[in-house]
């Protein structure tokens, strides 16, 4: 039984990072001036 949530949190971990990762893409894609373009330097 632990083994096993052990299991399930580091699943939960890596799903929170994945929305912390979509929140800063959307974050991104809908700011003002944002090109959706590749970015030249």
Do not use: D, K, N, W
């Not at 990762?21 to 970015?39: D, F, Y």
């Amino acid at each position: 039984m632990e083994s096993l949530y052990r299991e399930i949190r580091a699943l939960r971990i890596c799903e929170g990072a994945t929305e912390v990762q979509q929140l800063i893409i959307a974050r991104e894609v809908l700011r003002p001036g944002a090109s959706l373009g590749a970015q030249h330097a």
